[in-house]
C-alpha cells in the first residue's frame, strides 16, 4: 500500500468513527446491528468488498444492504462473493477485525498487513463493487457510508443498483462475473421467460384441473423489498394471479406481524391475511426477499395456519426432479441428486425424503454451509425449514443437458424425454443459483404445482409434520456450548448431552438438540415428538437442562 492509498484511508475513516462499546461479528451472515451504529462498520465492509474483488482480479463483488427479519430498526450488512455465493469463510476473521478496530491508525495498521500477507495487489489492480440496498429510509446513509468505503480503496469502480432483494444482488455479481448481462430487467428476464417455458411443458391434463381460483396466488411481502419487486415482475407472467399484501407501500412496518420469520416461527395468521382467505394458496416472503414459506388458512381456524415450511418445498422440487430424471437417465448415471438438511429439518420430512430413495446429507445452520454441501452433487437441492434455500445444477450435468435436448429437438421431437429435459434446463435457469430466492423459488413451486394439478391442501399432505417446539435460552456465554457438526449433539459442557438424551428418551418419537445461535447472543433449542404437547414439553426439559448447566434464565417471550 502506498502513501497517497494510507492517506486516503486514514482520511475517510476519520468520518466514520466505531461507536464505543460496539462489538461485531460477521457470524452466520453479515454484520448486524440497529441502524444508528452500522454506520462505520458499513463504511468498513466497503473496504472489504474492495479488497476482496482486488484479491479476486478485479472480479465484481457485492455489498448488500439488508432488511431480513429482523425489526425495523435493525439493520444488516453483507458481501456477496465474486460467483454469487456468501464471502469467503476464510475472510470472515478479517471483516471481523475490520469491524471492531477502534482507532484509524489501527484500522490502516490492519488492512495493510491482512493486503501483505494476502498479496493483494492493492494500488496495482482496480476493484469492483456492485451496491445494493434495502427500502428502510436508514439504506440511504448506509449507502453512503459504505461508498466512502469502496471510494478509499485507490482506482473502485462501483455501480449503484438501488433498492433490491439481496438474491437479486447476488444474481447480479454471478452473471456479471460469467460475462452475462446482469442488470434488474435481465433477472427479471431470465425468470419470467424460463417460467413461461416451464409452463408451456406442463401436461395438459394436469394443467387443465386448476381453474380460476386455483390460478390465484396471495403474496405477504412482509412489508419489505420483495412484494414490490413481485409486483414489477408479475405482469410478464401467464397462468397466474397474483395479489400481493403487506407490500410496505400502505404504511405496514417491516416484519412486524408479517413475512416468512413471523408466520414460520409463530404459525399464525400473518397481518392483512383474514378469514376471507380460508384454503387460499398464500406465500410469505421475509424482509429480503431470500426465504419463503407456504401456508394457508384451514376452516376451523382460530388463528392458526398449516404451514407449508423449507422442507416441505424441498419434498416437492425433489419429487419433481426425480420424475424428470427418471425419464431420461434410468440408471442415475448423469444426475447424482442430492439433498441437504440441518438438524431444524422436520424428521418427517427426512423420513420422506429417504423414503423417495435419495441421499440424504446433514451440515450444520447457516445457507453457506447448506449451499456448499449441495454443490458437491450434479443436482443439489438445499433447504432449511425456515424457507432458505435453491437448487443447484453442476455445469457438467447442465451441459450434458444441453447437448441432450439440442440431439432430442432433432430425432425425438415431441418425446416425454425431450419435455423432461427441457424442463430441468428451465429449471436451472428459473431458480437462482448463486443463493436461496424467494420470487424465483415461488415462481418454481407455483409452476411444479400447476404441473401435478395440486391444490396447496394435497401439497400438505406428502407427509405430515411431527409437532416441534423451538425455545431460546439467554445465556452468560454461549459459547460454552460446542456441538458436534451437525449440531445434532453437544460435546460440551461435560454431561449435557447425557442429561438431554436421558430427557428424549422418554418421549415417543423425541429427538432434541441445542446449539448457540449465530445471529443472538442464546443458546437455541429444538424438540420434537409425537404430539404437540409433549414436543412442547421436551423442549421446556431441556431448556432446564441448558438453565442448570450453564446458569442462565429462559427468554420469557418464546420464538
Ligand atoms: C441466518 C442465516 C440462515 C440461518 C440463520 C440461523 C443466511 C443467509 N442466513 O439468518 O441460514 O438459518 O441465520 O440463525 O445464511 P441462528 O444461528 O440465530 O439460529
Ligand atoms: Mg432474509
Not at 415461488?442 to 400447476?450: D, G, N, P, S, Y
Request: with cysteine; aromatic share 6%; glycine share 8%.
Amino acid at each position: 500500500m502506498d502513501e497517497h492509498q494510507v492517506a486516503s484511508l486514514l482520511k475517510t475513516s476519520e468520518l466514520f468513527p466505531l461507536p464505543k462499546g460496539v462489538k461485531l461479528s460477521y457470524g452466520t451472515a453479515g454484520f448486524r446491528a440497529d441502524a444508528t451504529v452500522l454506520e462505520s462498520t458499513v463504511y468498513r465492509v466497503g473496504i472489504l468488498a474492495a479488497v476482496r474483488s482486488i484479491k479476486l482480479q478485479s472480479s465484481a463483488v457485492g455489498l448488500m444492504i439488508t432488511a431480513s427479519h429482523n425489526k425495523v430498526s435493525d439493520n444488516g450488512v453483507k458481501v456477496a462473493d465474486s460467483d454469487g455465493g456468501m464471502l469467503s469463510q476464510d475472510w470472515e476473521p478479517f471483516a471481523d477485525h475490520l469491524a471492531n478496530v477502534s482507532s484509524s491508525q489501527d484500522l490502516v495498521s490492519l488492512i495493510r498487513d491482512f493486503v501483505e500477507k494476502e498479496k493483494v495487489p492493492v494500488g496495482e489492480k482496480f476493484a469492483e463493487v456492485w451496491l445494493g440496498r434495502d427500502t428502510r429510509p436508514s439504506g440511504d446513509l448506509l449507502l453512503q457510508a459504505a461508498k466512502e468505503g469502496v471510494a478509499s480503496i485507490t482506482g473502485s469502480v462501483m455501480f449503484d443498483m438501488g433498492i433490491l432483494t439481496t438474491p437479486q444482488l447476488h444474481w447480479m455479481v454471478r452473471a456479471r462475473n460469467k460475462g452475462l448481462n446482469a442488470t434488474q430487467n435481465d433477472y427479471f428476464e431470465q425468470l419470467s421467460s424460463s417460467f413461461r417455458c416451464l409452463m408451456e411443458l406442463i401436461p395438459s391434463g394436469s394443467g387443465s384441473k386448476f381453474d380460476g381460483s386455483q390460478r390465484k396466488l396471495l403474496v405477504d411481502g412482509a412489508n419489505g423489498v420483495g412484494g414490490q419487486k413481485l409486483e414489477d415482475l408479475k405482469g410478464s407472467l401467464n397462468n397466474l394471479v397474483i395479489e400481493i399484501r403487506n407490500t410496505g407501500k400502505d404504511g405496514g412496518v417491516l416484519n412486524e406481524g408479517v413475512g416468512a420469520d413471523f408466520v414460520q416461527k409463530e404459525k399464525v395468521v400473518p397481518s392483512g391475511f383474514g378469514s376471507m382467505d380460508v384454503g387460499m394458496r398464500c406465500v410469505s416472503l421475509d424482509g429480503d426477499a431470500d426465504r419463503l414459506v407456504y401456508f394457508f388458512i384451514p376452516s376451523d381456524s382460530t388463528g392458526n395456519i398449516e404451514l407449508l415450511d423449507g422442507d416441505k418445498i424441498l419434498s416437492l422440487f425433489a419429487l419433481f426432479i426425480k420424475e424428470q430424471l427418471s425419464v431420461i437417465d434410468t440408471e442415475r448415471k448423469y444426475s447424482r441428486l442430492g439433498v441437504v438438511q440441518t438438524a431444524y429439518a422436520n424428521g418427517a420430512s427426512t423420513n420422506y425424503l429417504k423414503n423417495l430413495g435419495l441421499d440424504v446429507v446433514f451440515t450444520k445452520t447457516g445457507v453457506k454451509h447448506l449451499h456448499e454441501k449441495a454443490a458437491q452433487f450434479d443436482i443439489g437441492i438445499y433447504f432449511e425449514a425456515n424457507g432458505h434455500g435453491t437448487i443447484l445444477f453442476s455445469e457438467t450435468l447442465l451441459s450434458w443437458l444441453e447437448s441432450k435436448q439440442k440431439d432430442l429437438a432433432t430425432t425425438a421431437k415431441g418425446s416425454e424425454e425431450l419435455k423432461a429435459v427441457s424442463r430441468l434446463v428451465a429449471m436451472s435457469k428459473l431458480i437462482n443459483q448463486a443463493i436461496g430466492d424467494a420470487l424465483s423459488g415461488l415462481l418454481l413451486v407455483e409452476v411444479i404445482l400447476q404441473h401435478m394439478g395440486w391444490s396447496i391442501q394435497k401439497w400438505n399432505e406428502l407427509y405430515k409434520d411431527l409437532p416441534s417446539r423451538q425455545l431460546k435460552v439467554k445465556v452468560p456465554d454461549r459459547t460454552a456450548i460446542v456441538t458436534t457438526e451437525e449440531e445434532t449433539e453437544a460435546l460440551k459442557p461435560p454431561g449435557v448431552q447425557e442429561a438431554i438424551n436421558t430427557e428424549i428418551a422418554k418421549y415417543p418419537q423425541g429427538r432434541a438438540f441445542i446449539r448457540p445461535s449465530g445471529t443472538e447472543d442464546v443458546v437455541r433449542v429444538y424438540a420434537e415428538a409425537s404430539t404437540q404437547e409433549k414436543a412442547d414439553n421436551l423442549a421446556k426439559s431441556v431448556a432446564q437442562l441448558v438453565e442448570r448447566f450453564l446458569g442462565s434464565k429462559i427468554v420469557p417471550s418464546e420464538s
